[in-house]
């Protein structure tokens, strides 16, 4: 592992960056890809709970916020899937091995893993939603034992532009979890399901009184997932949604992410939906 | 005779028909039959008369439009215990899309002539199929407006 310069000076707060190296890039879709980075600290690597995001500092543009979607159990190697859609997102993607970006975190609060324990598990994912979700579904499995029966169902644009395809065929070739996807249309060659991920849940085989559900996606997806989930007596209190908002500091003090009497940075990304529902239907937040 | 007792009994176990009299089945049962399309075969085209409509027993079916240079788009799909088709219940009864089978596909098959005929005549089964299009309709346009807002398409 590099040595970078500064990397060995103690860390000055939060909102320091701890400079890093782009180990690996692997291109996933045509605007997504996953940047594996050297960790922060060469004895102890990065530990984060499933659904944690840092904040990834490309110096002299700017910084994002980008969820972790590595295997918690491997914090020796920090795992981004990010989406090149922005100023610093679109050049972060052209990082050759070696290349160095700012790394401060993780953090906000995770999936509710202990709380599934016990229990059903459904994920249900959109687009690049699933990114946030891999750490857990790494987490799940590898402690398959601790809960009840797993679901996963994720949709996309396109086959194309399915997120971890391998990944996705791997999960769904064992006989203890149940994967879906679905994608928005498709070529004629397309023999798995077209239409929209909401669809896919009257497959849903789960003990409702005894299931946590976990949704990331679009909000407006997230927002008719909880409607039809609702419909199948599964409650709020069950469903778990992650949240983005423009998330700047990371650390509740600017107020950028500002969600109701919270910060999404801070109190999220990851909230009980019966405790954010209130806010859900203001358009102005 | 069996036969026809052994479709009205397909028909009733059909999840599409929960809750319809006996009196309905027999009168669906009297416009239907069995039929089966192997993988890639179609089911219908776009802009042919919408003479059948199905509903699927066993199988996948995909909606397609083709669509040049950008060749054939599936929008949507049909699986078991899915009714396939509206065109033959809105004038000019002239399918809309193909539906192609994706794999070996099982379904009854309705004469939509027949049966528009009966509904003509029994307002109670056009009622009683109305009640179970309708639905079907609403949750078909739901879907497309999700599509049509292209969700994760990023910015």
Redesign the interface.
């Known amino acids: 592992m590099a040595q970078l310069p500064g990397a060995a000076l103690p860390a000055k707060g939060p909102m320091v960056p701890h400079p890093v190296a782009v180990r690996h890039l692997q291109r996933e879709t045509h605007?997504t890809y996953t940047l594996t980075l050297d960790p922060p600290d060469p004895d102890q690597g990065l530990p984060f709970t499933p659904g944690q995001f840092t904040m990834l500092y490309l110096f002299g543009i700017g910084e994002v916020p980008i969820s972790i979607s590595g295997d918690p159990a491997s914090p020796m190697q920090l795992v981004h899937t990010i989406?090149a859609?922005?100023n610093v997102t679109r050049p972060m993607q052209d990082m050759q091995r070696g290349s160095v970006l700012g790394v401060r975190g993780p953090f906000g609060t995770g999936w509710p893993v202990r709380e599934a324990r016990g229990k059903d598990v459904v994920l249900v994912a959109?687009?690049?939603g699933l990114a946030p979700l891999r750490p857990l579904i790494c987490h799940l499995l590898k402690r398959r034992e601790d809960y009840g029966h797993i679901s996963i169902f994720y949709?996309?644009?396109s086959p194309a532009?399915i997120l971890y395809r391998k990944e996705l065929e791997s999960w769904g070739g064992r006989f203890d979890i149940d994967v879906s996807v679905i994608v928005?249309?498709?070529?004629?060659d397309?023999?798995g399901?077209?239409?929209?991920v909401?669809?896919l849940l009257c497959k849903l085989r789960c003990d409702a009184g005894n299931t946590i559900v976990m949704t990331c996606?679009?909000e407006?997806?997230m927002r008719?997932v909880t409607r039809e989930l609702n419909h199948l007596n599964i409650a709020d209190e069950q469903i778990y949604v992650s949240m983005e908002r423009n998330m700047q500091c990371a650390v509740g003090m600017c107020g950028h992410c500002q969600y109701g009497p919270g910060f999404v940075c801070k109190d999220g990304p990851v909230y009980r939906l019966d405790r954010i529902k209130p806010f859900l239907g203001i358009r102005e937040i | 005779m069996s036969n026809i007792h052994d479709l009205a009994q397909i028909i009733r176990e059909h999840p599409f028909s929960q809750g319809m009299s006996d009196e309905h089945i027999q009168l669906l049962t009297g416009c239907a039959k069995n039929t089966h399309f192997s993988d890639g075969a179609y089911l219908f085209r776009e802009g042919d008369d919408a003479d059948t409509f199905y509903w699927i027993r066993a199988g996948k079916v995909a909606m397609e439009f083709h669509a040049p240079p950008r060749g054939t788009l599936q929008i949507d799909c049909r699986k078991a215990g899915e009714a396939l088709g509206w065109s033959w219940i809105v004038e000019p009864y002239r399918w809309f899309c193909d539906a192609r089978a994706l794999e070996d596909t099982r379904a009854l098959a309705f004469d939509a002539t027949c049966l528009r005929g009966k509904m003509e005549s029994d307002l109670q089964l056009a009622c009683a199929l109305y009640r179970r299009f309708v639905p079907l309709m609403y949750r078909g346009l739901q879907r497309t407006q999700l599509q049509l807002l292209d969700v994760y398409g990023g910015n």
């Open positions: 605007d989406r859609v922005g959109g687009g690049i949709g996309a644009r532009d928005d249309h498709a070529a004629s397309w023999y399901d077209v239409g929209v909401t669809t996606g679009p407006i997806m008719f």
